[in-house]
């Protein structure tokens, strides 16, 4: 039998091992990879995205929030990703699932809880708080960022998250190991497809959907 093969991402060590036991107990025949950064997650994923699925937090350095879903999901478009996180508030569940998160996971959960979360993802079903319900107040401008963002190619949501950072061109240029010329050229496009005209607006607009309950600070 194939092994089921799980990456959590979690920059806590003692919640990540917990985590890697209760999964490993739990699930049927698991292989479970950890990454305690987005970069680790990432320099994993690009030497073998084979994985069934990836369990991210939304709080760790350099990502703060949704942004560390949103790039997986355009980098990996074929790696499920569940989000498990210290908040289960509804306007933040929702925005995940818009997303394309194949759950929202609160860490509150007990075990045997998280536990047959992972499995019902692994299945295929969307898993959300027990009692949660679609917020009735839809943050429709939001939604329709959100949608922009979907837009945008894995590169550019990099520099966008470099954008909320507060680097400049020419340090986001030398992060990524490329010209200055190229990183003007991602603003620029990211500028059109958010359909806004300066980096703060950029900013403003990524923060809409990249926020993160208070439950999480």
Do not use: C
């Not at 986001?172 to 190229?182: K, R």
Request: aromatic content about 4%; overall charge negative.
């Amino acid at each position: 039998m194939a092994a089921t093969r799980i990456l959590i991402v979690d920059d806590h060590p003692l919640f990540r091992e917990a985590l890697k036991q209760a999964v490993s107990g739990g699930v049927s025949n698991a292989e479970v990879a950890l990454a305690g950064s987005l970069d680790q997650a990432t320099a994993l994923l690009d030497k073998d995205d084979d994985f069934d699925l990836v369990l991210l937090d939304l709080r760790m350095p350099g990502v703060q929030g949704l942004s560390g879903l949103i790039y997986l999901r355009a980098q990996y478009p074929n790696v499920p990703v569940a989000v498990i996180t210290a908040s289960d508030d509804a306007g933040l569940v929702q925005k995940a699932l818009n997303l394309n998160a194949s759950g929202f996971i609160p860490k509150t959960a007990g075990i045997e809880t998280i536990v047959g979360a992972v499995n019902a993802v692994l299945k295929g079903d969307i898993w959300v708080p027990e009692g949660y319900s679609q917020p009735s107040a839809a943050d429709k401008e939001a939604e329709e960022i959100a949608r922009r963002v979907a837009t945008l190619t894995a590169q550019q949501i990099r520099v966008l998250m470099m954008l909320k950072e507060g680097l400049l061109n020419k340090q986001i240029a030398y992060e990524l190991n490329v010209s200055e010329a190229t990183i003007k050229a991602h603003v620029s496009a990211i500028l059109q497809k958010l359909n806004v005209s300066s980096r703060t607006q950029a900013v403003i607009a990524a923060a809409r959907i990249d926020g993160v309950a208070a439950a999480e600070q």
